[in-house]
């Protein structure tokens, strides 16, 4: 065989031998390496799981929230229960993805919906409204800050007591008795005093107030605490309705003709 067909066939077998060397290198590879993604978890979080981060914040809370401890005082057993028990959930939370328990488990699709809704509150919880607006709010919604008042009436019909009312009675429990009508009456008898024969379906009533101990507005320090948790409450509201309404936008929602 001539000397220049040897080398050019010593060169096609170099060749091939190198290509296969490469392949076998490349399969071994791909599975033995992992992605350079996840050889090194990030600083915020303490894990990843599918590459799914498991966040250092919620971990802290936990071990917080189960053993009232820090980090730097909870023991190594506390730690790994704690980082076990986040890569367990996280496990499942994905095997449930793949099952498409979201789509259909009744409690599972509550849990996602209160998990959207806390989210969608989170800002409105953690927001700390000035005190400008919380007196602004309070002055707005005065009757939601005020002592529950009592009363003693006798209500009386053809001469005699109808019986509906029992002695000292919360405002309410009075205008559960009283009903809407009487009760409107009573409420601006003062004590002693008797109001105007009142004709009803059930005879001609004559309302006797014996105490009437009117609610009194609580000062706004004393109502703070209510008055915040009130803002706070209709400020989440409102964010609610505004992502209800975006998601229906950007949503095909398509609605069975008996019931358009």
């Known amino acids: 065989m001539p000397e220049t067909q040897i080398n050019s066939t010593r060169s096609l077998l170099f060749l091939s031998i190198g290509a296969i060397a490469g392949l076998l290198l490349a399969g071994y590879s791909l599975f033995t390496a992992r992605s350079a993604s996840s050889l090194s978890v990030p600083a915020e979080d303490v894990a990843l799981v599918n590459q799914q981060a498991l966040s250092r914040s919620d971990y802290l809370m936990l071990l917080h929230t ?15 229960k704690v980082l076990n028990d986040m890569i367990r959930e996280e496990l499942f939370v994905q095997r449930g993805k793949e099952l498409d328990l979201v789509s259909s488990d009744p409690e599972t699709r509550a ?6 809704e806390m989210e969608i509150a989170e800002n409105a919880i953690t927001a700390q409204p000035s005190e400008a607006s919380l007196r602004q709010y309070y002055s707005a919604h005065q009757d939601r ?4 008042g009592v009363m003693n009436v006798q209500d009386w019909v053809a001469g005699r007591d109808s019986g509906k009312t029992k002695g000292d009675e919360f405002y309410f429990a009075a205008k559960i008795h009283l009903g809407n009508q009487l009760f409107a009456i009573a409420r601006d008898l003062s004590d002693g005093s008797s109001s105007s024969p009142i004709s ?18 609580f000062d706004f320090d004393k ?3 209510l008055v915040l948790k009130d803002y706070r409450d209709e400020a989440i509201d409102r964010l609610k309705v505004g992502d209800e309404s975006f998601l229906r936008k950007r949503a095909n929602v398509r609605i069975a003709d008996d019931l358009r």
């Not at 189960?66 to 790994?80: F, P």
């Not at 849990?111 to 959207?116: C, F, K, R, S, T």
């Open 223 to 225: 109502a703070r605490p």
């Open 111 to 116: 849990a996602l919906v209160n998990a959207v």
């Open 145 to 148: 800050y005020l002592s529950e």
């Open 200 to 217: 009803m379906a059930d005879g001609v009533h004559v309302l006797h107030m014996l105490k009437n101990k009117r609610p009194v507005l």
């Open 66 to 80: 189960l053993y009232g401890v820090d980090l730097s005082e909870a023991t190594r057993e506390q730690r790994q």
